[in-house]
């Protein structure tokens, strides 16, 4: 009663086949689990024909359940085909006929595969909420002549029903696996060539449905692989559409669409009736990145702990998502997110999710600063891709705070310039319409595109809108207030790359006092203005006093902040370079190197302070006549300079201006 040819083409799975043997030697049920498309049905059927030319008496049956009705169905199919005496009975019941005939010993072996077992509640139901006057699992054949094999989406239920044995777990193909498969299901007049064959396998990322569904498509319509491919990778509604064809294959259930899509929408709706919250958090893990999205952004406030454990335990038991090994993170198949995106277009639910992960990337997203930067490394790219997808406008006001906390984080830790110029420009729009000039988030727009514009070296540009911003501040805030103080410095780092050191210093000098007033003289922001007016002196060739606030700067950036930060390893770089100035190289060596040391550790080995440290160095080694380290460490900053800022920014001019 297998109701599938056997296909002679069957490839691999035969450590699973091998385990279902092993298994069934000390027990008389074995699940097969996961995903939908991974071919659990294909190995019982395999399985099957192995059983039967293994025992050429024994009975072999299939009973669909993806219902009770189905379920009914494949015992009354088997009641008939047995012959079974009462049968034609109407008071007979046929489900305990079938069942006692099962546990009857004396009928020999018999091999049966429960398909297609993905609600527990099928075998659950009783007589209050159900059809069924008793639980199906009541009819469940407990038999040392039988073996069941259960196919099932949902590993738990696997478990459920093998008495707590752990499934086993059915995985995607391995490369060589998925193009055995393509190339057995192709037609024998279509060209095959091995790379394009490699392109198409891994764009379908080895999943067995997705690639039966392929080779029939091509087939079918007369092209190649490669034009298969291209389509897949052209754009997300390509490979979504191509997802969505519903070719016959005869070897699936009959009721069971072929499309990849439509068969994991049957585990969406699945899970959306069993566990509400495990599908809102499908839907939201599907309009984030695929990859490393972090259970903290999932988890509500105050939500029970046993909510949200069972519902990332109903996710990872139907295959849909996986997690690192701390269970901290988590991932999705590319195709499973291709299709849950196209579930909850069916449902109208797209751009509401799209929204509630802005609002909650928005509201949880850090500010930037160093000691946040792990936690930004975490969620930048899904706020990236919430904004690409997203086009924000003014309904994305109050959100728009993501759009300046990743741009500072790019600018403070990976120096992204371009991508974070180009962010806080659409913030600044966005806030100028809706709230005008004057408003704090206006100003702070306007404040940081000019200092990503210093960044970028674009210093008239960075003067003329930080001198906007600072008359703006001085009105809205007054002279006094925090951000108007902050403000001041970050102008006077312009006007100090413009050589106007005389204006910065005045500037500087009567900033530092009000700041020590307002915010007291350790505050970071009174500490970077105190490293400002050092390096203002500094320009001014008055190197001793650029010492001395240099060396008070970095003592209490070191108690503050601490040694390892990126603020510290400024002032130690900028007191080095003090050193240098004031011809007492070897301390100024000894001071570089440690600060290379530290900001390779910290911000790594292509960070532009990182390079501006190996730079000084070059500087130091040459001026201590070491011509072969120096010129070494020339060429290494050079190239990297220009692979990170562009062979056009200042800093890459002069470093080739020295080389030369």
Known sequence: MVPFERDLNSVGRMDIIAELDQNFNSHRRVALAGIGGIGKSQIAIEYCYRFRDKYHDASIFWVHVGTIS??????????????????????????????????????GRWLMILD?????????????????????????????????????RDRRVGERLTFREKPLLVSLFD????????????????????????????????????????????TENSITAKKYTDILRASDSGLTNLLNQDLIDLRRDFDASSS??????????QIRMQNPRAAKLLSLMAVLDRQGIPKTLLCRDNEDQIDIITALGTLQAFSLISSNKAGETFRMHRLVQLSTLKWLEMQ??????????????????????????????????????????????????????????????????QWQDDLAEKLVRQALELYEKAYGDEHFDTLRSMRLLGEILIFRGKYNDAEELLQKSLILSKKTFGEKHGFTLSSVKVLTSVLIHQGKNEQ???????????????????????LASMETLAETYFQLHQFNEAEELHVQALEKRKKVLGVEHPDTLTSMSCLARTYYALNRLDEAEELQVQTLEKREKVLGAEH?????????????????????????????????????????????????????
């Not at 169905?73 to 008071?91: C, F, M, R, S, T």
């Not at 910065?504 to 009174?526: F, I, P, R, W």
């Open 70 to 107: 189905k379920f009914k169905q494949g015992y009354e199919a088997i009641a008939n085909n047995l012959g079974l005496v009462g049968k034609d009975n109407p008071k007979a019941n046929t489900l305990q006929l079938v069942a006692d005939w099962f546990n009857n010993e004396d009928n």
């Open 116 to 152: 297609n077992v993905d609600d527990q509640s099928v075998f659950e139901s009783d007589s209050k909420n159900s059809e069924q006057s008793m639980p199906l699992i009541r009819y469940l054949p407990h038999s040392q002549t039988g073996s069941i094999i259960i196919t099932t």
């Open 175 to 218: 490369r060589h696996m998925a193009k055995t498969l393509l190339r057995s299901k192709l037609d024998k007049n279509i060209e095959w060539i091995e790379e394009d064959a490699d392109k198409l396998v891994e764009t379908l990322e080895f999943l067995p449905l997705a690639v039966t569904q392929a080779a029939a498509f091509i």
């Open 260 to 269: 990849i899509i439509r068969t994991w929408q049957v585990s969406f709706d």
């Open 348 to 413: 109208n639910e797209k751009l509401i999710w799209q929204n509630e992960a802005l609002r909650l990337l928005s509201a949880n997203f850090p500010s930037g600063k160093f000691e946040t930067w792990e936690i930004c490394a975490l969620y930048f790219p899904h706020a990236m891709i919430v904004i690409d997808r997203l086009r924000l406008g003014l309904d994305h006001v109050n959100e728009l705070s993501l759009l300046l906390d990743t741009s500072f984080y790019l600018t403070e830790s």
């Open 504 to 526: 910065a210093k005045e500037m500087l000098e009567q900033n530092m006092k009000l700041q020590s007033g307002v915010m007291g003289e350790e505050h970071e922001n009174t």
């Open 608 to 660: 532009p302070e990182t390079l501006l440290s190996m730079s000084s160095l070059v500087e130091t080694y040459f001026a201590l006549n070491r011509l072969d380290e120096a010129e070494e460490l020339q060429v290494q900053v050079l190239e990297k300079i220009k692979k990170v800022l562009g062979a056009g920014h200042p800093d890459a001019l002069l470093s080739m201006a020295n080389l030369a």
